[in-house]
């Protein structure tokens, strides 16, 4: 049957908050699962990746007697930048060690470094007690640039294709399409922006990004028409302004930017995104109050969305 469902397992920016607090609408970083037509995609490896892990590990477990007669994990994350906060989870991803698990990893090149070179450096070695060639799993992880595609087709690894006409970019038969382009818009050589068709329906990922006057184009045009986009909004106007410690520049949306993004796309649902750490339940329920509509969502950890 087919199916294309969004489960939110992080939501929040720069770096992770368990308090009382922040229990309504979560407290780990980037993370979101999207199985669509027997596929796990996975957007961004922050803590929420944990608990994505500990689930696949209970199912693998479960799916047999034995490691001969068990049903392998099989995923493919995507990272939109190597920002800690997007990266936090992945050794503690359970299925990475697992001899039997097929885990490929697509992500922005930095640097002029391959994204395995970046991984390796930033999340093993002298950080963690295992290095990257020491993964029991599968792992392939490989660069991703705008002009390159992921197809998804089932019992098939991941097919790379190019794309350089909307041509390029349609959706046949049964298949996922992944497609992505550079956005600038954040320090450091920017992020990867995501979307994801199957059928005619459409998911575009847009975390860790700041907007221009008029709006980002380059997105209005990505996004256009889309069901669902997933937006970063990590600060209110009045933060993003403060006269005394200004968030202009750090790559990150307000809630009305991500709003306009919306309006100029035409998309037909918003989800605010990678809310500031700062942020508590309280603050956001207040925040809330000022989009009471139903096209207008605040993402939970734990929130499932449907698209088909």
Not at 8 to 23: E, Q, T, W
Not at 196 to 221: C, F, M, Q, R, W
Not at 223 to 228: D, E, K, S, V, Y
């Amino acid at each position: 049957m087919s199916e294309f469902k969004i489960k939110f397992r992080g939501v929040r920016g720069s770096y992770p908050i368990a308090d009382k607090d922040f229990l309504q609408y979560g407290g780990n970083t980037s993370c979101v699962e999207v199985n669509v037509n027997g596929h796990l995609i996975i957007l961004d490896a922050g803590t929420g990746l944990i608990n994505i892990g500990h689930e696949l590990m209970g199912k693998y477990i479960s799916s047999g007697a034995n490691a001969a007669e068990r049903t392998p994990v099989k995923a493919t994350v995507l990272i939109s930048h190597i920002h800690q906060d997007h990266l936090q989870g992945f050794t503690f991803f359970r299925p990475l060690h697992i001899p039997s698990s097929v885990i490929n990893v697509f992500g922005n090149v930095n640097y002029n470094e391959s994204l395995a070179d970046e991984m390796s450096e930033l999340l093993f070695g002298k950080s963690f007690p295992l290095d990257l060639g020491d993964i029991a799993g599968n792992l392939n992880i490989k660069d991703l640039n705008e002009t390159e595609g992921i197809i998804l087709r089932r019992g098939e690894a991941p097919i790379i294709k190019r794309i350089e006409t909307e041509n390029d970019a349609k959706v046949e038969g049964d298949d996922v399409l992944i497609t992505c382009y550079r956005s600038y818009a954040h320090p450091q050589e920017g992020v990867l922006i995501y979307k994801i068709s199957y059928k005619d329906k459409v998911l575009v990922y847009a975390t860790d990004k700041e907007s221009y006057p008029g709006g980002d184009k380059k997105l209005i045009n990505f996004a256009r028409g889309c069901n669902l986009l997933i937006h970063d909004a990590q600060y209110t106007t009045e933060d993003y302004l403060d006269a005394f410690a200004p968030k202009q520049g750090y790559g990150h949306s307000t809630f009305e930017m991500a709003v306009d993004a919306k309006n100029q796309s035409g998309a037909e649902k918003l989800v605010f995104f990678h809310y500031d750490p700062g942020y508590d339940d309280n603050k956001l329920n207040c925040i809330k109050e000022n989009y009471n509509q139903d096209d207008i969502i605040f993402a939970q950890e734990g929130m499932e969305l449907s698209l088909l």
